[in-house]
């Protein structure tokens, strides 16, 4: 193995390790986006129950 082969074998794994961790990146913005996603309707059906249990006793 001569010094250019692994040169281009260091650069190979980098460019591998760069598009692994862009792929967690945007994995984690998609679960941020889910978990959002789910705090909205959770605040919408906790109001929706305060409303049913206001009512009822009134």
Same mark, same amino acid.
């Given at each position: ?19 692994? $961790?862009?792929?967690?990146?945007? @994995?984690?913005?998609?679960?941020? $986006?889910?978990?959002? =996603? ?14 049913? =249990?206001?009512?009822?006793? @009134?």
């Amino acid at each position: 193995m001569d010094v250019n082969t692994t040169v281009s074998v260091f650069s190979a794994f980098s460019i591998i390790m760069i598009i692994v $961790y862009g792929l967690f990146i945007l @994995l984690g913005i998609y679960a941020l $986006y889910l978990f959002i =996603k789910l705090m909205i309707r959770g605040i919408a059906a906790l109001d929706i129950y305060l409303d049913e =249990k206001r009512n009822r006793m @009134l």
